[in-house]
């Protein structure tokens, strides 16, 4: 079987890994420093802070900004569930803004529609690693007083004009599960400009302490570890050619998909890197099948796909508000369909993929 995605971790991670072990260090320690200060430089701000996970160093990302209970966060639908998750972990409230049909990110336009007294942030999805049109939601942003968090857990040193995500907004997060562009096992990382904002987000991280055992506010234990941080300075170095290897996949796969009439490969907008998280490709009603058939024909011949996200945010039970249509997600969620485009699959794995579509 051809997974869908697989981390590509080796004899380098298991040697940096052991030398962890060797120190003795376990749990938050100078690898930890060193992954952070390694990560500033290749994503271009002057901080990162390591965390436990994504979904904690988004939590910690929005705490940082200052979210608190009832305020407004607007964030698309059309996402891994974390990303609004932690909104409400910090009690504020989710304001879904639909997406661009093209580009299954944000649509800036419908985020201003959005807009309230109470709106305090904005969280962007950088979806598949395809960038969001940033100059106009740092505009937008800018011009309401509004927050600006980049979730780029997808999209690991991807650029719009040539700048890399994570360094735009007030904060970047970033997730290092074993699916992402680069992985520590479990993992994350927020990236910011800001000092006040880091300095309070290492507070946050370590149950609200920046002495031993004086706890100034209330916090967590989001650390990451030494031994995943070790991991991470490994991967980050490889980062690059991962990606460069995900942009090749990815243009043999277009020009399969090409010659499929009924599938629409996916769009990459003028100004972007896109790093190819997924690759996700919309089933129209010319294909002859349903997506669900298409997955299964695949499947048969051996070849993983997956669908991000089948049901949108805003559909699962916890957030379902009666009326509330956002018909761009909707639809999306039922035509995507991913294919394999990590860059552990082999030259002969990607003719076996490609032959295998147009055997479809
Ligand atoms: C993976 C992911 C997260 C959460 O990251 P974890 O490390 O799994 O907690 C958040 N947002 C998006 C868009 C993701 O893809």
Not at 14 to 19: E, P
Not at 77 to 96: E, H, I, K, Q
Not at 152 to 165: D, T
Request: net charge negative; proline share 4%; charged share 25%.
């Amino acid at each position: 079987m051809i997974p869908i995605s697989m981390p590509l971790i080796g004899a380098e991670e298991l040697d940096a890994v052991k030398d962890v072990f060797k120190s003795g260090i376990l749990a938050q320690g100078p690898r930890v420093q060193e992954f952070e200060e390694l990560f500033s430089h290749y994503a271009g701000t002057r901080y990162s802070v390591a965390a436990s996970s994504g979904t904690t160093a988004l939590h910690l990302a929005l705490l940082g900004c200052g979210i608190g209970v009832g305020d407004e966060v607007i964030t698309t639908p059309f996402s891994f569930v974390a990303t609004a998750n932690s909104v409400l972990y910090c009690r504020g409230d989710v304001v879904f803004a639909d997406i661009d049909p093209e580009t299954y990110n944000i649509d800036p336009e419908k985020i201003e529609e959005r807009i309230t007294d109470k709106t305090k942030a904005v969280i962007v999805v950088h979806l598949y690693g395809q960038p969001c049109d940033m100059d106009a939601i740092v505009k937008l942003c800018r011009e309401h007083d509004i927050r600006l968090i980049e979730d780029a857990c997808q999209a690991h040193g991807a650029e719009y004009k040539g700048r890399k995500v994570g360094s735009f907004g007030d904060c970047g997060v970033f997730s290092f599960y074993p699916t992402k562009n680069m992985t520590t096992g479990e993992g994350g990382m927020i990236t910011t400009d800001d000092r006040d904002i880091a300095e309070n987000i290492r507070m946050l991280r370590e149950h609200g302490s920046k002495k031993k055992y004086q706890h100034e506010i209330l916090g967590y234990n989001y650390r990451m570890t030494d031994m995943a941080a070790a991991i991470g300075v490994v991967q980050l170095k490889k980062l690059d050619d991962f990606n460069s290897k995900r942009r090749e996949n990815a243009r043999r796969l277009d020009e399969t998909i090409a010659q499929l009439d009924g599938l629409i490969d996916p769009h990459v907008s003028s100004n972007v890197r896109h790093v190819f998280h997924q690759y996700t490709v919309r089933i129209t009603k010319k294909w002859d099948t349903s997506r669900d058939k298409m997955a299964s024909s695949l499947t048969n011949k051996g070849i993983g796909t997956g669908i991000y996200y089948p049901i949108p945010i805003h559909k699962q039970p916890y957030y379902e508000k009666a009326n509330e249509v956002l018909k761009v997600s909707e639809e999306a969620s039922k035509e995507v369909l991913s294919l394999p485009v990590h860059p552990g699959l082999s030259p002969e794995e990607m003719d076996y993929i490609c032959n295998a579509l147009l055997e479809l």
